[in-house]
């Protein structure tokens, strides 16, 4: 029934939409739509570049998710941002109808969503654009049909396919960038120049809490989808080893999240030397302390690659769903990953953990063996030397 009701109501903002009059405007405008999570959004960040160059002479749009907005000095070289906010898209009307008709009252020229992973949301929002070129992706979005698939890809004007030997999210971005702007780019990895951001909050935190850099480790347990999450008391365990090897674990997080890390913590034979910033710090601060931090261990999630993007390797805790696609990247030789030597479920999109019940990791997360994750810290702290 509650699909039914979104349905006609999506219907009726559409044709709501397809009422309202555009604005006109002297310069060609732009949309690029990018309303995926944080994690997603660093790894298209180098891409702008690209964008930017190619529309020189144009107003451009972006619509970002509103945990990117903290890093807006990021986007300085943008005329409009858009902040997104999903949960509120997707439970309040009044949010979502507003949102939309802005949409088009903007006026787009040509609207782009660079996603390999679509979802009904963002193609939604390309249609109502009203934009008369609409790019998108061939991509690994899901249909529940054929037809819907094919309704679906019908929104856009032009569809890029991407060779299947391109595997990793940087080089599908960069492959995406290249055919929009039908020109070789020089994109880089992502780097984060800290200089832009504000330092003061991470300062007091270090003399607060007496960390000296190199010797405290930045540990991000939580992941946006709780299959990914490996066990709370395998973290402890962890925890209690770094504490052994005379290292500052410093918990970081939402303040969703500040649940998981206090069970990790009730579960850890001492906290005295544990420090716990979950809930209570914005992304700059987490930048600056993940910069002093000795190296980074926890969950495939958006702070592993804020790690990689101001350089502290990396040890990140990896399922089978996107193995190969987000991580690892840049120098491989300070970034590593742990998994399940014997998963079956690499690449499958997440299809594992279909049957696991929420708060529960799926199976590759949950038998990722403390012994190689012991193992994986022991040849960080030996390459670091």
Known sequence: MKKIIKAIVDCLISLECRLTTAKHHSKRRVLILRKDTLGDYILFYPTLTAYRKVYADAEITLVISKLFQSLSPLLADFENVIWYDAKRYSTDLFYRRSFLLNLKKQGFDIAIQPTFSREPAGDFMIKVSGAPIRIGVDGDFTASTKEERI??????????????????????????????????????????????????????IITANKLVENKYVIICPGSGTTFKIWPSEKFAIITDYLIEKNITPVFCGS???????????????????????????????????????????????????????????????????????????GDLNKNKIVFDKKMTCKGDNWLCAKDVKAGESAPCVRDIRIEDVKKEIDAMIDSLK
């Open 151 to 204: 309704n679906t890809d019908k929104i856009y004007t032009q569809l890029i396919s991407i060779p299947s030997n391109i595997v990793t999210e940087i080089d599908k971005n960069i492959f995406i960038a290249e055919q929009i702007t039908k020109e070789k780019n020089d994109i880089l990895f992502p780097t984060i120049d800290l200089k832009i951001f504000n330092d003061t909050e991470a300062k007091k």
């Open 255 to 329: 303040e969703g999240e500040k649940k998981l890390v206090a069970s990790i913590m009730n579960q850890m034979k001492s906290k005295e030397r544990v420090v716990d910033i979950s809930g209570t710090t914005n992304l700059p601060t987490i930048l600056h302390l993940l910069k002093h931090s000795y190296f980074y261990f926890g969950s495939d999630t958006g702070i592993t690659h804020l790690a990689a993007a101001v350089g502290t390797p990396a040890i990140c805790l990896m399922g089978g769903g996107h193995f190969g696609r987000f991580f690892p990247y």
